[in-house]
């Protein structure tokens, strides 16, 4: 039957792709939930406060975080096109994206007791503190969610949506592995030949 083909077509290739973009399926929901409740963890970033220069205001220990951790997609780190890692993670790992950045700048702030806010827009989670300079990328008006006191606040970004497209293909499709882009068109092949797969007239006519 060609309709029960198609769903099951659709069903495989959802499944399929899931599992190949997310062999630990629950990375996913971690990462979620790590997003909003993000895990700050002031006892891992310990060992970078010796190395802090003396007296230094936000915005230098942003620059310094920046610098301690190089940026690499989660590809390149995790093995996943999306992941949020805790604190104790990103300090193991040494280097990551913006989450990764944010999460061991945030713990930072913490343990220094640095005021600070957490922004995130369609592409990019930031930290905003007293006397940080805007940048398109990381301003209020980017911003989709931002945390105002202790509740997380919805609002309509205004950004470069072909811009974000952009950045959301290289960081998904440009650092995936070679085996993973191969596993995941390989599902597709097989997922398009069901679904067009022709029916057996014969059958039609009994």
Known sequence: ?????????????????????????AALGESLYR????????????????????????????RHILKAFPYHHDWQVYGYPWYFPTTAEAMEKGMGDCKTRFIVLASLFEALQVPYELLISPTHIWISYAGKEETTLES??????????????????RVDWLESAAITWEAFWVY??????????????FALLLFFQPTDTRRLQR
Not at 1 to 25: D, I, Q, T
Not at 35 to 62: C, D, N, R, S, Y
């Open 1 to 25: 039957m060609p309709g029960r083909n198609r769903r099951l077509a659709l069903v495989f290739l959802l499944f399929w792709s899931f599992l190949v973009l997310y062999p630990r399926p």
């Open 140 to 157: 209020m008006e980017a911003a989709l969610f931002y945390r105002d006191g202790e509740e997380t606040k919805f609002k309509l970004p």
């Open 35 to 62: 997003l909003f409740v993000h895990p700050v963890q002031m006892e891992a970033v310990t060992p970078l406060i010796p190395g802090l220069p003396p007296g230094a205001e936000p915005a230098e220990l942003e």
């Open 176 to 189: 995936m592995p070679p085996q993973r882009k191969t596993a995941l068109i390989a599902g597709l092949a």
